[in-house]
């Protein structure tokens, strides 16, 4: 039991509030960079073209996903060893500076090819932190939820997380239609989401002082953060994690992320009706998380993990191919709309599976570094690969891509058991 006062319904719903507003921040800073690359990648990079200009600046939202597995094993052995809340708190200063390091980055007219190695470090400490973001809240949203309800309560991780693209791109609706022309957006203007993120950081660090902790740390465990022991004990269930994570990861970032520059790359939307139609996207998908885990908790997580797998093997191919011969946006917006029905199968219950699978003393090590890995392979990757095939004229062998990477989740989700039936957190009320 931890020191968490279960029973407390307003506590609990504070808890979820202050734990969700910094996960809401941390991954508003991460997705900034996503949204804002159409704009700043010909600052950054060698004059060329637009695919490769975006192919550079893909490469280093890539690279930054290497640094995740990093954060996943140092914040989530934080986590596990000095609790939950000052792992948290950590990792949002560290995006705070991230942040602030991409505002103040020199253009590559006045520094050369220091200007992305610079870029490189700034996005490199984001990814050290949202690595050890994503295995720490959810573990935290998990342990703070009772029995009955965990999968409703966990699903807030990804409303917060889908929010924070959702204010990325508010903010860059604002900046596109009301603040700046599209030439002061491309000089000087895509550095203002950063200076935000950075002040927002900060807020959400003072919000995680008042947080309340759920790890109870009075008796000595030698377990505790310990990747030997997460290993040796729970190699069943790290290898889980990575089937799990490996096709909902690559259909999460395809959907969501890609799709932004897919729409202006491969269907021609201009930018601003690019972001416009991904914003209310986002926000429909946003609310449907909380309706999907409400649906695991009464029928479990498993036949909404087989149904994301089964649709999205079946459909992904079709609906890929058809939103790139869209001839018009309200097309595209209901193909993509079918697409994240489909990915939230996964989506709003992929944190509370996880959890459920850990004992306390190991949990935010052990859904953190293994979900980490997988989406430093497949989610960080996806704009590189979907680039790639574009700039060699084979741009349909990505759908392929995703479709092989969601039928081999498909097989674990067969052969996993349900986690709403098997939670260690059940064994440790």
Known sequence: ?????????????????????????????????????????????????????????????????????????????IADQKGRKVSMTLSVLLMSLGSMMIALAPSYESVGYLSPIYLL???????????????????????????????????FQYVTLIGGQLTALGIQLLL???????????????????????????????????MQETLTTEKENKKRGSVIILLKEHPKAVLTVVGLTMGGTLAFYTYTTYMQKFLVNTVHLTKERSTVL????????????????????????????????????LLTVPILTAISHATNELTAFFLLLAALLIVSGYTSINAVVKAEMFP????????????ALT????????????LQFKKAGHESLYYWYVTACIFISLIVYTVVRDTKHTSFMDKEQ
């Open 121 to 155: 470090v700034a996005r490199l400490l984001q990814g050290l932190s949202v690595g050890g973001e994503y295995g720490t809240s959810a573990t935290y949203l998990s342990e703070i939820s009772t029995p009955g309800r965990r999968g409703f309560y966990s699903s």
């Open 278 to 313: 991904t914003f209310f996207l986002m926000l429909i998908y946003a609310c449907l998380q909380p309706l999907f885990g409400m649906l695991s908790d009464k029928i479990g997580r498993k036949p909404l993990l087989l149904s994301f797998g089964i649709l999205g093997t």
């Open 1 to 77: 039991m931890s020191n968490y006062q279960k029973n407390d319904t307003v506590h609990r719903i504070k808890a979820i509030f202050t734990g969700s507003v910094g996960n809401l921040v941390e991954w508003y800073d991460w997705y900034a960079y996503a949204a804002f690359a159409l704009y700043f990648a010909p600052v950054f990079f060698p004059k060329g073209n637009t695919t490769a200009q975006l192919l550079d600046s893909a490469a280093v939202f890539a690279v930054g996903f290497l640094m995740r597995p990093i954060g996943g094993w140092l914040f989530g052995r």
């Open 176 to 210: 596109q239609k009301v603040f700046l022309t599209p030439e002061q957006l491309q000089e000087w203007g895509w550095r203002i989401p950063f200076v935000i993120g950075a002040g927002l950081s900060l807020f959400a660090l003072v919000i995680r002082q008042h």
């Open 360 to 371: 306390s003393e190991i949990r935010a090590l052990g859904v953190g570094l293994p979900y």
């Open 375 to 386: 989406v430093a392979l497949f989610g960080g990757t996806a704009e590189v690969i979907a």
